[in-house]
């Protein structure tokens, strides 16, 4: 949610980390950031520049922020190559924190967002974090807002979600935690909504009474360090469910993908083996008629058959005292419009040489 505090809990992370002194790595991933308050280990500013990338491709902010994430993501296997060397390292962090940007759906419904979830997810179990102004949600409408956005991206990314409640230290999120346990005290809030909103609220929150029970809710605060341990806490309750649930099923997803591909590529060689044989199959005429033959061998009709048939049957190739003074008396059922027609495709004009040397080499054999 855009102007949550999402960057100051980011900075929060970073300091209570540091003075726990407990390992940890962190991405920046918001290209149209100014300054970030806390040191970022890998920065997406450091590879692309999001003002150039606007100037160059005539773009708006939104637009040059979905660019420079697009172009970022082409080299995102060595964020995870880099990240990979951290871990097999004499200290591996405990956390890797990534901060998105806000926009939400310039990151969750993008191309580039599901290639860098998917990526991470496959290598590293992978919470999503997604974190709400409570100040703002005090109304019932926007409480149901965020809810939906919470939602979609669950079933967008189908990976552990902790709803964070920022800003207790301003409203304290009590309220919210009600409303998503007490669907009674979620309606009697949006009766005082006359709007058309306040309808579709309604008839929703129903549907949301399961969602709500799949999640991980805490309150924190970026600006005093409230609810940091508990913050923790949920990320570790969620990292165990990413073994026991998500993890199987990106396993099953990886196995029918690895199904797929195989067959594909059986498919392809059966294709190409198939593609094979019939651009090397040779083709001989012989009695006006086209017939198929294997590479390297030639096969006869059945009117030619007689001229080259065993020694032991054949008196065609017989020696004669005179030597046939035209090619066409060489071979029984084979005549000057057989060689006409052979004559009309290149290849088989060779093909008509290679049958005159064999009928002379036939011929010399039994001399």
């Known amino acids: 949610m855009a102007g949550s505090g999402k960057t100051t809990l980011m900075q929060r992370l970073n300091a209570h980390l540091h003075a726990e002194k407990t390992p940890y790595y962190m991405v920046n991933l918001d290209p149209a950031v100014l300054e970030t308050p806390f ?9 692309v520049n999001y003002r150039e990338v606007m100037k160059q491709y005539s773009l708006g902010p939104n637009g040059g922020i979905l660019t420079a994430l697009n172009l970022f993501a082409t080299r995102f296997e060595q964020v995870l190559g880099l990240l990979g060397k951290r871990v097999a390292g004499p200290t591996p962090p405990k956390y890797a924190l990534f901060d998105t940007p ?40 926007t409480f149901m807002s965020n809810m939906l956005y919470a939602c979609s991206i669950l079933y967008k990314l189908k990976l552990p979600l902790v709803l964070a409640f920022n800003k207790v230290d ?44 799949s999640l991980t809710a805490v309150g924190v605060s970026a600006l005093s360090g409230e609810g940091m341990d508990g913050f923790f806490a949920a ?56 017939r198929t033959a294997q590479p390297g061998a030639w096969q006869p ?63 010399a054999d039994r001399s």
């Open 39 to 47: 040191g970022a280990h890998v920065d997406i500013r450091d590879t």
């Open 102 to 141: 806000g926009q939400i759906e310039i990151f969750t419904w993008s191309a580039s967002g599901q290639i860098i979830t998917e990526s991470l997810a496959a290598s590293h179990p992978t919470v999503i974090v997604y974190v709400v102004d409570t100040v703002r949600c005090q109304n019932a409408v």
């Open 170 to 213: 301003v409203a304290p999120c009590d309220f919210a935690k009600e409303w998503m346990s007490d669907l009674d005290a979620f309606t009697e809030a949006l009766q005082q909504e006359r709007s058309y909103m306040g309808s579709l609220a309604q008839s929703m929150a129903l549907m949301l009474e399961e969602f709500y029970a």
């Open 235 to 290: 990320l570790d309750k969620a990292s165990a469910e990413y073994w026991q649930t998500y993890a199987r099923e990106l396993e099953k997803q990886r196995e029918q993908r690895r199904q797929e591909e195989e067959e594909r590529l059986r498919r392809a060689r059966e294709a190409m083996a198939k593609d094979g044989l019939q651009a090397a199959g040779a083709k001989v005429v012989l009695d006006g008629n086209r």
């Open 301 to 363: 009709t059945a009117g030619a058959r007689g001229a080259v048939a065993d020694d032991d049957e054949g008196a065609a190739f017989d020696d004669e005292e005179d030597e046939p003074t035209s090619m066409y008396t060489r071979g029984a059922g084979y005549n000057k419009e057989d060689e006409e027609y052979a004559m009309e495709d290149p290849d088989d004009g060779e093909e008509l040489e290679s049958l005159k040397r064999y009928l002379d080499q036939r011929k």
